[in-house]
């Protein structure tokens, strides 16, 4: 079983700053989910990667599979980033591929 | 396009009572997912479906939950008897095809707003 650890728990952070948010897990996987949560509950998805980094717009989300830790990076932070982030991760074919196991998320507050 | 949609989105049940909560998949999306999140805690997988069958339901409590897929409709997840640890958030997500790797080209997961149930 995938254990997914993520840090920090609650994040606060200036209007502006750029912001990391780390996920880390314990065993190989498929590929691996970065989830907005907002105040209101609603969840989004805004990377699947299984190698490498992607990139929209101020988001950054990259991935080193050797040592099983991913990152969220936000650039020019906002207030209207604030929400939870997810991370989850997604097993290999054949071993409980169709479960994905979710971190506890951070917590993300930006002042203006 | 209206996207997942869930319903009712709040729900209060007494103890012993039975909650049903739906779900309507996007357009086009047969493949649907069922995840609970309960207070202070992480989403958890229940229960995979599609069309009419149930693919993985490892993630689902033994007894008193149940979930279907029927041919016309929207999703069901059924709980009976419902005890106050069941008051949680249960959300619902589909994909056009199984939801794998990238390289399956099966990486949409669009989830539902949620399903906030409270057990008196």
């Known amino acids: 079983k995938n254990e997914v650890e993520q840090s920090p728990q609650n994040l606060t952070a200036q209007e502006g700053e750029f912001i990391t948010i780390n996920c880390s897990y314990s065993?190989?996987?498929?590929?691996l989910h970065w989830l907005q949560q907002h105040p209101g509950g609603g969840i989004v998805s805004l990377f699947m990667l299984s190698s490498g980094k992607k990139k929209h717009g101020r988001l950054i989300a990259t991935i080193n599979i050797q040592e099983k830790h991913s990152s969220l990076h936000i650039t020019a932070s906002h207030p209207r980033d604030s929400a939870v982030y997810i991370c989850a991760v997604k097993g290999v074919p054949g071993a409980g591929s169709y479960q994905l196991t979710f971190g506890k998320g951070t917590k993300l507050s930006v002042i203006p | 396009n209206a996207g997942v949609m869930q319903n009712p989105r709040h729900l209060v049940r007494r103890r012993g009572q039975e909650a049903r909560l739906r779900c309507s998949p996007m357009k086009g999306h047969s493949h649907v997912y069922w995840y609970r999140q309960l207070p202070e805690e992480g989403l958890k997988f229940m229960v995979y479906?599609?069309?009419?069958?149930?693919?993985?339901e490892s993630g689902m409590p033994k007894e008193r939950f149940s979930a279907e897929f029927p041919k016309e409709g929207p999703s069901i997840l059924r709980i009976q008897q419902v005890v106050r640890g069941d008051s949680a958030a249960y959300f619902c997500?589909?994909?056009?095809?199984?939801?794998?790797?990238?390289?399956?080209?099966?990486?949409?997961?669009?989830f539902g707003a949620g399903s906030r149930l409270t057990v008196l």
């Open positions: 065993v190989g996987i498929s590929a």
């Open positions: 997500a589909s994909s056009p095809r199984v939801f794998g790797t990238e390289s399956s080209g099966a990486n949409v997961l669009t």
């Open positions: 479906l599609q069309k009419e069958n149930i693919i993985d």
